[in-house]
């Protein structure tokens, strides 16, 4: 099976609403609705779970009933941090789930993802045992002498950017989360699963990723989205239009 793990703990703070960034309506529907919608309807995913913060669990079920998402099969709460919810998802799946399934964790504020970056995460995977949304670092960058100036430029061509879906092999990700606790590195890295990885040895395979493919973060963002669903509602019209 393939299971998505939707991430809806988080708090958004920085987009100044008044709840939760992935719950901010955008047109009359939640954020996340149209996030958990991209996995619902791609024919390789079989399952959903979504992490949620634990003030909105109930307006969670509502949700997923309003808008038929048949394919979430578990809620549970989410953490204090993204490590903390990727951990509570994780340990709700056991015994639900087999090792060699694979789970892809996705956040929920991601709206913008299409399929077949869900589809090549899912084959790399099967293929490594894990894979993270990866694409090239495109603008020219500097390492900071301070924070007014940079005098030393970085090769582009040697950076790659990383952002989700990252897929797992169930196992892996279990066994990655029990070596990052008692080895302590869990506590000493950026609360990322990334992160820990690196510090903890282990490859990260790169599968597709697009530069549009971002998080919504900041207030411009929700524009952003916005203007996508949209163009997207527009090609859709223009679609059913021509037949």
């Known amino acids: 099976m393939n299971i998505a793990v ?45 992490v949620c913060v634990e003030s909105h669990l109930e307006y969670l079920r509502e949700m997923v009933n309003e808008y038929n998402l048949d394919k979430v099969k578990w809620i549970t709460k989410g953490g204090d941090t993204f490590q903390g919810s990727v951990k509570n998802g ?35 995977c099967a293929e490594k045992g894990n894979a993270i949304s990866t694409t090239n670092f495109i603008y020219l960058s500097g390492i900071k002498d301070d924070d007014t100036k ?32 008692r080895t302590g590195v869990i506590n000493r890295v950026e609360p990322h699963t990334t992160t820990m990885m690196y510090e903890l040895g282990k490859p990260i395979y790169f599968s597709k990723g697009t530069q549009t493919n971002i998080k919504i973060t900041t207030k411009e963002d929700l524009d952003l989205f916005e203007g996508y669903v949209l163009l997207q509602q527009k090609r859709l019209k223009e679609s059913s239009e021509s037949v």
């Open 90 to 124: 994780i340990a709700n799946l056991k015994n639900k789930i087999g090792d060699d399934d694979i789970v892809l964790v996705h956040f929920g504020a991601s709206p913008f993802i299409e399929s077949d970056i869900i589809s090549d995460a899912i084959r790399v």
């Open 150 to 181: 940079t005098t030393k430029y970085i090769d582009r061509d040697t950076i790659c950017c990383m952002n989700t879906p990252h897929a797992f092999q169930y196992k892996f990700i279990c066994d990655l989360y029990d070596e990052g606790e």
């Open 6 to 50: 939707i991430l809806a703990g988080g708090v958004g703070s920085r987009v100044g609403a008044d709840r939760p960034k992935q719950f901010i309506e955008i047109l009359g529907k939640p954020i996340l609705a149209y996030t958990v919608e991209k996995f619902n309807s791609h024919p390789e995913v079989d399952a959903i779970e979504i």
